[in-house]
């Protein structure tokens, strides 16, 4: 199986600031990674797919990239609705695998 | 408009089997390309994916619990099921289904997700 480590466990940061979350797999993915945004007491929500495209209805600060093993998400002036706990995926192989989680802290 | 629910049990015992049932609607799982996937997050804990049906009913399961789980699907009912056997303590979770719309296999809508618990 591949492995997913995802960096930082949790950060803390305000309102406008620029957050940015690693995730790194085992092997190469090539690009078949997603990113999820959960708070708490409800399902994940997908925010992106194939490591930088944007799912319908998510707002442009959010943004993705990378290659190979290293992935990134990033966002961009802070909301406070970003607040939460974000996961990454890798679909390049099944079983999929999900990282350990990053949750979004107010500073 | 696509929506999933889950329905099972909230109690079980040791040793019990689990039952769970996604109910979905907007999608056919004999479209091709279409799939569900289950997904476990004990509380406080990571996501865990568990196991995949697809549109051909071809079937994929975790590595570590695939001598525990069975899944299935019911078409006309638009109904996946997924069962796990010998349950512990330890699969005290949050259980979600989860739409994949394409032979790329993230999950683009969720269910809400319904919660288990393991304790004699």
């Known amino acids: 199986d591949i492995q997913m480590i995802q960096s930082p466990s949790s950060l803390s940061a305000s309102v406008g600031d620029r957050v940015t979350i690693t995730c790194r797999a085992s092997?190469?993915?090539?690009?078949?990674l997603a990113w999820y945004q959960q708070k708490p007491g409800k399902a994940p929500k997908l925010l992106l797919y194939a490591a930088s495209r944007l799912e319908s209805g998510v707002p442009s600060r959010f943004s993705g990239s990378g290659s190979g093993t290293d992935y990134t998400l990033t966002i961009n002036s802070l909301q406070p609705e970003d607040f939460a706990t974000y996961y990454c995926?890798?679909?390049?192989?099944?079983?999929?695998?999900f990282g350990g989680g990053t949750k979004v802290e107010i500073k | 408009q696509v929506t999933l629910r889950e329905s099972g049990p909230v109690l079980l015992k040791p040793t019990q089997t689990l039952t769970l049932t996604c109910s979905f609607s907007?999608?056919?799982?004999?479209?091709?390309?279409?799939?569900v996937s289950w997904i476990r997050q004990p509380p406080g804990k990571a996501l865990e994916w568990l196991a995949r049906i697809d549109w051909d009913d071809d079937k994929y399961y975790s590595t570590s619990l695939k001598t525990r789980l069975t899944i299935s699907k019911d078409t006309s009912k638009s109904q996946v099921v997924l069962t796990m056997t010998n349950m512990d303590p330890v699969d005290t979770a949050t259980y979600y289904c989860a739409r994949i719309r394409g032979v790329d296999y993230y999950m683009d809508v969720w269910g809400k997700g319904t919660p288990v618990t393991v304790s004699s």
């Open positions: 995926q890798q679909y390049y192989t099944t079983p999929q695998t």
């Open positions: 092997q190469g993915i090539r690009n078949s």
């Open positions: 907007g999608f056919s799982l004999s479209t091709r390309e279409m799939c």
